[in-house]
């Protein structure tokens, strides 16, 4: 186990390569536990900018999950993936899985999801300070 600091505003964290705790999240009409990473080099303490980010995607959480749901299924919808046509949010379910919400040092919000038409990168939504959606790579 490393380092532990208790957050005035994550709450608790674990140091390993980052600072991060796993919180239970709604997306999609289902709940996920979901790793809330904030990106630290040698135990460095989390940035002002971080708990900014953080603070403000909680206070706009219901309105940050209904702005995911509709330009994912836009996004999903666009790949044109075979077989693979979303109407409905629940339908997101079966396809990605909610697994890191990314707090860089600057402050930049990234939600990486799991998804099952590439296993190997994934989807990342920034969220803030402006939105982008596209494989994980173009955000870490």
């Known amino acids: 186990m490393g380092k532990v600091c208790v957050d005035e505003i994550f709450g608790e964290m674990t140091y390993k390569h980052r600072w991060y705790k796993t919180e239970e999240m709604e997306f999609f009409g289902k709940k996920w536990p979901v790793t809330i990473a904030a990106k630290a080099y040698s135990e460095k303490p989390i940035t002002e900018k971080q708990r900014q980010s953080y603070g403000q995607y909680k206070k706009d959480e219901q309105r940050s999950q209904t702005i995911i749901t509709e330009k994912l299924i836009e996004y999903i919808n666009n790949l044109e993936i075979a077989g ?23 402050g930049t919000t990234i939600l990486l999801l799991d998804c099952v038409w590439d296993a190997d990168c994934g989807i990342g939504i920034k969220l803030y300070p402006d939105f982008a959606i596209g494989i994980q790579d173009l955000f870490l």
């Not at 693979?84 to 600057?106: A, G, M, N, S, Y």
């Open 84 to 106: 693979l046509f979303i109407k409905q949010k629940e339908e997101l379910q079966k396809v990605v899985t909610p697994r890191t919400l990314l707090f860089k040092q600057d």
